[in-house]
C-alpha cells in the first residue's frame, strides 16, 4: 500500500491531474451538472426526556477575532492554544448558541430565545429553526429567561418589534431582573462598555413588556416538571434548570460555562461575561461535580449544537461528551 | 444558593410538582401534541469550491456479540462503553454516506443499508435516500456512485426495496482489487462460511445485471472523480479504500471503515472489530492513516462516526480522539 504523507498523496493527485488519460467514464453522462445547493438544514434536534419531548434548536454561531480579555484571568496566548487545540478558526473563538423548546404535554415551553434579527447573517435563527421542527411561535406557552444577556433575550422581538410570542407568559429570574432594571446599577455601569449596552439592551427588549413578565424564584418549578436551580456568578440571577419526567431528567445549564472547549475544561478560566467571576468559578465546580456524579445529561447553551451531552472529570477540569445523534426519537 | 446534590435537585422537583399554586395556567389553548420526529439528518460544508452533503443513514442498534471485538474481552469493551456514556452490551452503529457535488459531478459515495431496510429497521436505518431528498437532491440527478467497498451497509443502497436502481442514471465507480476479490469464484469457493461467505452472497444479489452494466472500476492512488483521489486502505477488506477530497487549499480525508465507530476503534487502534477481514492489516492502515490526519490537522469525514461524522483528530493515550467539527449554521 501506497505510504499515507500529505506530500505523497497529493503529489498523486497531481500527477493524475496532470495525465488526462486513464478515466473512460467522464463522457458519457448527458445529465447535466447540478448547481450546488449553497444552503445548511435547519438545525433542529429532538430528544425525549420520560414523556417529554424536546427540540434542541440552533440559533447560529459566531466566530469572531478573540478579544484581548476573552478569558481575563490567563494571558491571551494560552487562549489562543486551546481555541487551536479546538480546532476553531485562526486567531477566533467561535461560539454557539442554543435554545431550547420542551413540551410537557401541557405546556410548550422555551428557554431562552437566542440572538434575534439584526445581529449577524449566522444569528437569530431560531424562528427558522422552529418552523422546519414544526413548531408554531404562537403556540408557546412559556417563555423562561435564564438570565436577561443579548443573546438569551433578544429573539423574543421580531425585527418590528412586535413579541414574537404573542400567547406565551414571559419569565426572568427574580435576581436577574432586579439586577439589570436597577437604575442604580445602570448608572454603576456607565464606564464599563459591555456592561453599558447590556444594561441597555436590557431596557431596549423588555421595558414593554415589564407590566407582564413574571418573575420566578430559584428551587421553585417554572413550568411542569422544569425546576430553576440557583446557578448566580455569571450575572447575579443567572438560573440552570433540571428537566424531569418519569425516571428521567436533565439538567440545562444555560451559562454555567460558556463555551466547554475553553471553560468546561479550565473551570477557573473566567470568561469576559461573567460578571462575579469568582462565584460563577465556584459555581462551575459545584454543578459539574453534581453531573459527573449523577452522570446526568447535560445541554449547554453554548455547546455545539445540538448542545447535549455528558461531563466527565479530566485533570483538573471537566469534558464533555456529546451525545450521538439518534435518527429515531 | 441551593446546594448540588441529587436529593436537593429532585426533592425541590417533587415538593415543587406537590403544590398547585403556580399562576401561570390562564391559557385556555388546547397543549400542543408531541411532533414525535426527528429533523432529517443531513449537513453541509465546503471543500474549497466542493459542497459535500452528509445524509445519514440512521443506525443500528443490537446487542454485542462476546467477540463483537475479537482480541478484547467484553467487559473491557463494555467500560470504554460505559466512558462514552454508552449502553452496556449495546452497539449503536452509525451510517453515513455522503453526496459530493463538485461542479461538474454530483457523486454518492457509498449507499447506505438501502431502502429495504427502512422497513425492516423500523426507520432506524435506511434513511439515507429521504435524508438526502430533504437536503435538497434527487436521486436521479446523481451521476457518480463511488463504492469504498463491499460490505452491506455500502452497497446495498445501490437498490431499492423493489430490486430497480437506486440511481438510475449514475455509473457505479469501484476499487479494482475489492471487485476482483469478491467477483471471484474461487475466492468465493474458499470463503470462510458464515459471515464471509454471506457477504459473498450479498455481493452477488446486489451487483446484478442492471448493476454490472454501469460498474467501471478505478484504481487506488488516481483520481476517481475531479478532486476525488482514491488511496488504498486494505485490511477491512481486501480492498478497501479512503479517499481525499482537495479543493483549492482545503482538505478532508473521507476514511469509509478505517475505523468502526470511533468511540472503540478510533481510542483503541489496537481493537479489532470482527468486521476487519485481515484485523492486523486492518491495524496498521489505521495507525498510518491517524497519524497522517492528526500531522497533517486533516478533518476525517468517517461512515460510522456519528452524524454528521465530521471532526478531527488528536493523539490520546494510546489511541487517538475524535473532536466532532462545530455545527456551521451557514455554509
New interface residues.
Given amino acids: 500500500?501506497?505510504?499515507?504523507?500529505?506530500r505523497k498523496?497529493?503529489a498523486?493527485?497531481a500527477a493524475?491531474?496532470a495525465s488526462t488519460a486513464?478515466?473512460?467514464?467522464m463522457g458519457?453522462?448527458a445529465?447535466a451538472?447540478?448547481p450546488?445547493?449553497?444552503?445548511?438544514?435547519?438545525?433542529?434536534?429532538?430528544y425525549k426526556v420520560g414523556s417529554y419531548?424536546c427540540?434542541s434548536i440552533?440559533d447560529?454561531?459566531v466566530s469572531f477575532p478573540m478579544p484581548d480579555t476573552f478569558v481575563k484571568n490567563i494571558p491571551k496566548d494560552q487562549a489562543l492554544a486551546a481555541a487551536e487545540?479546538?480546532?476553531?478558526p485562526k486567531g477566533k473563538v467561535?461560539v454557539?448558541f442554543n435554545p431550547q423548546i420542551i413540551?410537557t404535554?401541557?405546556?410548550?415551553v422555551l428557554i431562552d430565545t437566542g440572538y434575534g434579527p439584526g445581529i449577524a447573517?449566522?444569528?437569530g435563527?431560531l424562528p427558522a429553526g422552529m418552523a422546519?421542527?414544526?413548531?408554531d411561535p404562537k403556540?408557546i406557552?412559556?417563555v423562561v429567561r435564564s438570565h436577561l444577556h443579548p443573546d438569551h433575550i433578544n429573539g423574543l422581538k421580531t425585527a418590528d418589534g412586535k413579541v414574537a410570542f404573542p400567547?406565551a407568559?414571559i419569565?426572568a429570574p427574580s435576581q436577574d431582573w432586579a439586577f439589570w432594571m436597577s437604575d442604580e446599577n445602570m448608572a454603576k455601569a456607565q464606564d464599563n462598555v459591555m456592561m453599558k449596552n447590556y444594561f441597555a439592551n436590557t431596557r431596549k427588549i423588555l421595558s414593554d413588556v415589564a407590566g407582564k413578565m413574571?418573575k420566578y424564584d430559584?428551587?421553585?418549578?417554572v413550568?411542569?416538571?422544569i425546576?430553576a436551580?440557583?446557578?448566580?456568578g455569571h450575572t447575579p440571577g443567572h438560573t440552570s434548570f433540571?428537566v424531569?419526567s418519569g425516571s428521567s431528567?436533565i439538567l440545562i445549564q444555560s451559562d454555567v460555562t460558556n463555551i466547554p472547549e475553553f471553560f468546561l475544561r479550565n473551570p477557573d478560566w473566567h470568561v469576559a461575561y461573567d460578571i462575579d467571576p469568582v462565584k460563577a468559578a465556584e459555581?462551575r465546580h459545584?454543578?459539574y461535580?453534581?453531573a459527573a456524579a449523577?452522570?446526568a445529561m447535560v445541554v449547554g447553551f453554548h455547546f455545539?449544537?445540538?448542545s447535549i451531552g455528558?461531563v466527565?472529570k479530566a485533570g483538573t477540569g471537566y469534558r464533555l461528551?456529546?451525545?450521538?445523534?439518534?435518527?429515531?426519537? | 444558593m441551593i446546594k448540588f446534590t441529587r436529593r436537593n435537585l429532585f426533592s425541590a422537583a417533587a415538593g415543587a410538582a406537590a403544590t398547585a399554586a403556580l399562576p401561570f395556567d390562564h391559557s385556555v389553548r388546547a397543549a400542543t401534541p408531541a411532533a414525535g420526529k426527528q429533523a432529517a439528518g443531513w449537513y453541509r460544508y465546503k471543500i474549497g469550491t466542493i459542497e459535500v452533503t452528509v445524509a445519514t443513514d440512521g443506525v443500528a442498534r443490537f446487542k454485542m456479540a462476546e467477540d463483537h471485538v475479537i482480541n478484547i474481552k467484553k467487559d473491557v469493551v463494555n467500560a470504554a462503553l460505559a466512558e462514552v456514556f454508552m449502553e452496556k452490551d449495546m452497539m449503536t452503529t452509525p451510517y453515513n454516506p455522503i453526496c459530493i457535488n463538485t461542479g461538474s459531478k454530483l457523486a454518492v459515495v457509498d449507499t447506505g443499508t438501502g431502502e429495504a431496510n427502512y422497513e425492516k429497521s423500523n426507520g432506524v436505518g435506511g434513511q439515507f435516500i429521504t435524508n438526502l431528498v430533504a437536503s435538497g437532491i434527487d436521486r436521479a440527478a446523481v451521476d457518480t456512485v463511488i463504492i469504498s467497498h463491499y460490505h452491506g451497509d455500502h452497497i446495498n443502497g445501490l437498490l431499492m426495496a423493489d430490486n430497480s436502481l437506486t440511481y438510475p442514471n449514475a455509473e457505479i465507480l469501484v476499487p479494482t482489487p475489492e471487485h476482483k476479490y469478491w467477483m471471484d469464484d474461487g475466492e468465493m469457493g474458499r470463503a470462510e462460511k458464515g459471515r464471509i461467505e454471506g457477504n459473498f452472497k450479498n455481493v452477488r444479489r446486489v451487483f446484478n445485471a442492471e448493476v454490472l452494466k454501469r460498474v467501471k472500476t478505478y484504481e487506488w492512488g488516481k483520481e476517481v472523480i475531479p478532486g476525488v483521489t482514491a488511496q488504498g486502505t486494505p485490511g477491512h477488506t481486501p480492498g478497501h479504500t479512503s479517499y481525499v477530497i482537495a479543493s483549492g487549499s482545503d482538505t478532508v480525508y473521507v476514511q469509509s471503515d478505517v475505523t468502526h465507530v470511533p468511540f472503540l476503534f478510533v481510542r483503541h487502534p489496537d481493537w479489532h472489530a470482527f468486521y476487519d477481514q485481515d484485523a492486523d492489516m486492518a491495524e496498521v492502515t489505521r495507525r498510518k492513516v491517524y497519524d497522517m490526519l492528526v500531522a497533517d490537522k486533516m478533518r476525517v469525514q468517517g461512515f460510522h462516526y456519528p452524524f454528521p461524522s465530521l471532526a478531527h483528530v488528536e493523539k490520546y493515550g494510546t489511541g487517538y480522539r475524535e473532536l466532532p467539527v462545530v455545527w456551521n449554521p451557514t455554509i
Fill in positions: 500500500m501506497m505510504q499515507l504523507t500529505r498523496l497529493f498523486g493527485a493524475v491531474t486513464f478515466m473512460p467514464l458519457r453522462s445529465l451538472s447540478a450546488a445547493a449553497g444552503k445548511q438544514a435547519a438545525a433542529f434536534y429532538r419531548e427540540t440552533n447560529g454561531a487545540a479546538a480546532y476553531m467561535t454557539p413540551n404535554g401541557s405546556k410548550l447573517p449566522s444569528v435563527l422546519a421542527a414544526g413548531i403556540a406557552d412559556v400567547n407568559e419569565m413574571t430559584w428551587g421553585k418549578e413550568a411542569p416538571g425546576t436551580l440557583a446557578t448566580p433540571a424531569a431528567k459555581t459545584k454543578f461535580d453534581m449523577e452522570k455545539q449544537f445540538p455528558y466527565e461528551i456529546p451525545v450521538a445523534w439518534n435518527p429515531t426519537i
